[in-house]
């Protein structure tokens, strides 16, 4: 994710980080290309465009504007609603170290927190489909054989909070805090699968992206007479308009991965380490990360 300030003007002009010029340059500079070569024929053989009319492009523009603005809407939705499940773990997670405070056995403790930080790691490298037993190992040991290795941590804790019950150890009202913030966490994980698993309909995608290739491919030939060798300036912009609007709606379509734009999961991860390493007594803690050249991950 980006962390930085308000740039100047300078910076609106020339930041390419975070960006997504770099990506869509090669596209831009096709369709300028092609502008280039349209307003040369039009040059030569003016009788060619004299019946061109701007009306039809004036309506598709305005009608591609909008279905680019619903799908970008739906896009930054999946991005906002992975923050907020990621937000919700980091309460549940905060709310469990409240919660065990009764526990005498400070081993008991430890156990079941690093048990939940190991939880956090596996969720995330499930969603970037990575090894999750990895992820899990340096805080619990894990059945890596087990098709959902974060359920199955999941599983474990619950098993052994209903143990300390059973001996007494807690409450039973303790108990039932303790088990619903586990099934707080089982739910975040359920909204981040939703997210990852359930892209936007192929159907609508592939619509906006050929409407978009059409449209700027075509826009020259109704620029061209009236306009003249302004085509490809204003033409290199449309395109790294539209281009770029799509670009980023297919960034915020999956937050997880490792993009610039996307969530700052490690940032996140690392959040929830200290403050379960903080709470196990633990003064040598990792430090928190800071962003590296205005990326936060």
């Not at 923050?83 to 919700?88: S, V």
């Not at 054989?145 to 059973?166: C, I, K, V, W, Y």
């Not at 390493?277 to 803690?285: C, F, I, Q």
Request: charged share 20%; hydrophobic share 45%; aromatic share 10%.
């Amino acid at each position: 994710m980006i962390v930085r300030s308000k740039p100047n003007l300078l910076g609106i002009l020339f930041s390419l980080k975070g960006s997504i010029a770099k990506r869509i340059a090669l596209r831009s500079l096709l369709v300028t290309l092609l502008a280039s070569v349209i307003v040369l024929v039009e040059t030569l053989h003016p009788a060619y465009f004299s019946r061109v009319n701007a009306t039809p492009f004036t309506l598709l523009g305005l009608s591609l504007s909008i279905f680019m603005s619903f799908r970008n809407n739906a896009c930054y939705d999946r991005w906002w609603e992975g923050r907020k499940q990621l937000g919700q773990m980091i309460i549940e997670v905060r709310s469990l170290i409240r919660e065990t405070q009764v526990l005498g056995d400070c081993r008991e403790r430890s156990d079941l927190l690093r048990g939940v930080c190991g939880f956090a790691h596996g969720l995330i490298a499930r969603l970037r489909h990575e090894d999750e037993a990895r992820a899990i190992a340096p805080w619990m040991a894990v059945d890596g054989n087990h098709p959902n290795p974060p359920d199955s941590l999941l599983q474990t804790l619950g098993a052994r909070f209903s143990e300390l019950a059973q001996r007494s150890v807690i409450s039973d009202w303790r108990y039932t805090q303790l088990e619903t913030r586990l099934v707080g966490l089982s739910q975040v994980q359920a909204a981040c699968e939703r997210i990852k698993h359930t892209p936007l309909p192929f159907p609508y995608t592939l619509l906006l992206h050929r409407t978009i290739y059409l449209f700027c491919i075509l826009l020259p030939f109704a620029m061209a007479e009236p306009l003249g060798w302004l085509t490809p300036v204003f033409t290199a912009i449309v395109s790294y308009t539209f281009f770029g609007l799509d670009e980023i709606g297919d960034d915020l379509e999956d937050p997880f991965g490792f993009d610039e734009n996307d969530l700052p999961c490690n940032a996140l991860l690392r959040t929830l380490e200290r403050e379960v390493l903080a709470a196990l007594g633990e003064t040598d803690l990792p430090p928190a990360l800071q962003p590296i050249d205005y990326v936060l991950n």
